[in-house]
């Protein structure tokens, strides 16, 4: 699976060492958009 932001941002790449807030939402093919349940999640990129 890959994060990215955006319908076509596609994925990117996470920095060492850095935290990010990750929202879920998923979008179906009419575009219809659900957010995942419970707050963001805190992940952090790969260390060294």
């Known amino acids: 699976m890959a994060i990215g932001r955006g319908m076509c941002g596609g994925?990117?790449?996470?920095e060492e060492g850095v935290r990010y807030s990750v929202?879920?939402?998923?979008?179906?093919m009419a575009g219809n958009e659900a957010?995942?349940?419970?707050?963001?999640?805190?992940?952090?990129?790969?260390?060294?």
Do not use: S
Request: charged share 10%; glycine share 16%; net charge positive.
């Open 11 to 14: 994925g990117f790449q996470l």
């Open 23 to 28: 929202r879920l939402i998923a979008v179906d």
């Open 35 to 48: 957010v995942a349940p419970g707050g963001p999640l805190i992940i952090q990129g790969p260390r060294p």
